[in-house]
């Protein structure tokens, strides 16, 4: 596995503010306007952030995957920050593969790639071997980066299979992010980390890890004593500790600043980010 230009000591932190799953009534202060987002984007990225994975909401806050809402998004936090944007592929459990498909026609720098079909919850993410490979072909094509989402030990061998069969991502990097403590996917344990990581493919030139909810903590742990990157964000967790909501996405992403710096990682600006996943220039 190589990292090849971005020096060891350097920390990726990834901000998944939004997410599909949380309603704005029961947590108001989740960001689901675009105010809110750029808002929440400017000060991650103060904070310490270099990439944003996006979802987005309509107007009655609900999780929307519209194409004209994704680029006008796309170009906000552009506008307002350079933050490496990542849209969600993923959407939320109902969206339809094939408007899936078509987020990419809003030009993110990064997008979303999972791996294989998860229990997610009382729901099943959807994501068939068909539909990973038109979505992987289709982000070679308009040279997007992906970022390999992997929710368990069977979507890292299908990394390794997708690779081997469709050659290298755009850019020819090829950055993982380990979502860890789905209800349906691997637990968010050191143990399944380690266990993860061990069977990543050679390809691999970097990899980030989140923990869902209560394993956010053991997995950030477990990523920096690994070498990891880290993502974080209210898509993945809500509270700071039991009974103790998180009252902005800034809080989770100055957290984990922290942590890396006990663990002499400093944050990577958006410019080494970007080298390090090769996004194409703009
Ligand atoms: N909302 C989940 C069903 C992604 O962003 O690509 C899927 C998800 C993964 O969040
Ligand atoms: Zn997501």
Not at 68 to 75: K, N
Not at 77 to 83: A, H
Not at 91 to 107: F, I, K, M, Q, Y
Not at 201 to 213: C, D, F, V, Y
Request: proline content about 6%; charged content about 25%; glycine content about 8%.
């Amino acid at each position: 596995m190589r990292d090849m230009s971005i020096a060891p000591d350097k920390l990726l932190i990834t901000v998944a503010p939004t997410g599909a799953e949380t309603a704005k009534q029961d947590c108001p202060q989740l960001p689901t306007t675009l105010e809110e987002l750029v808002e929440t984007a400017k000060r991650c990225e103060a904070a310490g952030a270099a990439m944003i994975h996006v979802h987005i909401r309509d107007d009655e806050h609900k999780p929307t995957i519209d194409v004209g809402r994704l680029t006008a998004t796309v170009q906000a936090l552009r506008e307002s920050t350079d933050l490496v944007v990542q849209l969600s592929t993923g959407g939320s459990v109902h969206d339809p593969l094939e408007d899936r498909l078509e987020v990419l026609d809003a030009d993110p720098d990064s997008c979303s790639l999972t791996m294989g079909t998860t229990n997610f919850g009382d729901d099943v993410f959807s994501n068939p071997w068909p539909f990973i490979t038109e979505l992987y072909q289709l982000s070679q094509d308009r040279q997007v980066v992906p970022e390999f989402e992997l929710f368990d030990l069977g979507h890292v061998a299908s990394l390794r299979r997708l690779l081997d069969k469709h050659g290298l991502p755009y850019g020819g990097r090829v950055h993982v992010d380990l979502v860890m403590g789905v209800p349906g996917g691997m637990p968010g344990t050191a143990d399944a980390l380690v266990a993860a990581v061990a069977a990543l493919p050679e390809q691999t030139t970097s990899w980030s890890a989140t923990g869902i909810g209560r394993s956010t903590l053991a997995v950030a742990l477990a990523s920096l004593a690994k070498g990891g990157h880290l993502r974080v964000g209210m898509e993945d967790v809500l509270t700071l500790a039991k009974g103790v909501p998180v009252e902005h996405n800034d809080q989770l992403v100055d957290r984990v600043v922290q942590l890396g710096r006990l663990a002499q990682r400093s944050p990577m600006t958006p410019a080494e980010a970007r080298e390090l996943l090769q996004v194409r220039p703009r």
